[in-house]
C-alpha cells in the first residue's frame, strides 16, 4: 500500500545551517505531496505542498520538490532559525477514494543558536 | 479566531471506564477527521466524516466510535478503554477532500492505566 518514509531524527542544527530532511514515499497514481510542521505543544499546521511531479512547493523559506524519477519530496531550508525548531511530518493523500493522508513517523529539528 | 477546538486536553482513564473527545470547528468546513499519534508510528486516522450526519471509517476504527449530529462538532467516543488506546487524539478539519488544507486542533493526552 501507499507509504512514506521520513528520515529519523533527531536533528539538531545550529543557526543558519542548512536543513535537509529526506522524505520518500510509495504510491500507485499520482498522490499529492505535503510537509506539515509541529511546534511544541500544537497541532499539525501545513508548511507547503506539491500536487504533481516536478511541482515545488514553497514557503516560510522552506522548499521541496516533488521528483517521481526517485519518489522523494525532500525538505530543505538554507538558513534555520531557532524558531524553526519543531517535528516535520511528509505526508501523502490516499489514491483509494478514502479521504486520508499517510504520514510518516516525523523527524524533531532543533536549532541552537 | 478559535479555529478547531479540542476537549479535553487531558485526561486519565482506568481500563473500561468510557469517555468522549469533543472537537469543534469555526470555519464552516465540511470535512472533519480524527487522528491517533504514537511514538514512531506518525498519525493514523481512526474516522472521518464528509458532512453533517455522515461517517466513515479509517485505518484504525476498532474500539473506537464517532458522530457528527452538528456540522461544526465531530464526537469520538471510546466505549470501553483498553491501555493500547493511550496515545495523542487530533483532531482536524478541511473545507473539502483530503487534498486540501487540514486544520488540526492542538490535541489531546489520552492516558489509560
Known amino acids: 500500500g501507499d507509504s512514506v518514509t521520513q528520515m529519523e531524527g533527531p536533528v539538531t542544527l545550529s543557526e543558519e545551517a542548512f536543513l535537509t530532511i529526506n522524505c520518500t514515499y510509495t504510491a500507485t497514481g499520482y498522490p499529492s505531496l505535503f510537509w506539515y510542521v509541529q511546534y511544541p505543544g500544537e497541532g499539525l499546521q501545513l508548511l507547503l505542498k506539491?500536487?504533481?511531479?516536478?511541482d515545488k512547493g514553497s514557503n516560510k523559506g522552506f522548499e521541496a520538490t516533488y521528483r517521481k524519477e526517485t519518489t522523494s519530496f525532500h525538505l530543505e531550508k538554507g538558513s534555520v532559525q531557532v524558531s524553526d525548531s519543531a517535528v516535520y511530518f511528509c505526508a501523502l493523500s490516499d489514491q483509494t477514494g478514502a479521504n486520508n493522508l499517510f504520514f510518516g513517523t516525523g523527524t524533531r529539528l532543533t536549532v541552537i543558536p | 479566531n478559535a479555529g478547531v477546538t479540542q476537549t479535553p486536553k487531558f485526561r486519565v482513564l482506568k481500563t473500561g471506564q468510557s469517555m468522549t473527545l469533543l472537537c469543534a470547528q469555526d470555519?464552516?468546513?465540511?470535512?472533519m477527521y480524527w487522528y491517533r499519534q504514537d511514538p514512531g508510528m506518525g498519525l493514523r486516522l481512526i474516522h472521518y466524516?464528509?458532512?453533517?450526519?455522515?461517517?466513515a471509517k479509517g485505518e484504525v476504527p476498532d474500539g473506537y466510535n464517532v458522530s457528527r449530529l452538528k456540522k461544526q462538532n465531530f464526537l469520538l467516543g471510546l466505549e470501553s478503554a483498553a491501555p493500547s488506546q493511550t496515545s495523542v487524539y487530533f483532531c482536524?478539519?478541511?473545507?473539502?477532500?483530503?487534498?486540501?488544507?487540514?486544520?488540526f486542533g492542538s490535541g489531546t493526552q489520552l492516558s489509560v492505566l
Open positions: 482536524a478539519s478541511s473545507y473539502a477532500h483530503i487534498g486540501e488544507k487540514l486544520f
Open positions: 466524516s464528509v458532512g453533517e450526519g455522515t461517517t
Open positions: 506539491a500536487t504533481k511531479a516536478d
Open positions: 470555519m464552516n468546513h465540511e470535512y
